[in-house]
């Protein structure tokens, strides 16, 4: 079986303090066919993120999102809250789009 994401090719560096974020440091909170959500606690400045990655036509898609919930709470609100592509995608792309300040973007949410 194909293995959906190496170490940290995909993804990037912590939304708080940007430094490289460890493979050993990452949760695999739930794992779907073209949808792999994960989180990450930033050695550096021990903030966790969670991290939507998304398959799809356009290729590997990753969301990063500071959050103060652990990886067992996290779990607990996912299962609840399926997060479908289409909102993924939007995510993305108001992130992307916008330059948007994170910490800015996740206090709104
Ligand atoms: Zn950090």
Known sequence: MEKRFN???F???????DSSLEAERIVVIEEKEQKTTLHVT???CHSASIVFLSNNQN???SVGMATDL?????REKIGQEAIS?????????FVSGAQA??????KGL
């Open 11 to 17: 993804l990037a560096k912590c939304s708080v303090c």
């Open 101 to 106: 300040d994170i910490v800015k973007l996740v």
């Open 70 to 74: 652990d990886a067992t709470e996290v």
């Open 85 to 93: 592509t289409d909102e993924l995608i939007d995510l993305h792309q």
């Open 7 to 9: 170490n940290t090719d």
């Open 59 to 61: 290729g590997l898609v």
């Open 42 to 44: 930033c050695s550096k």
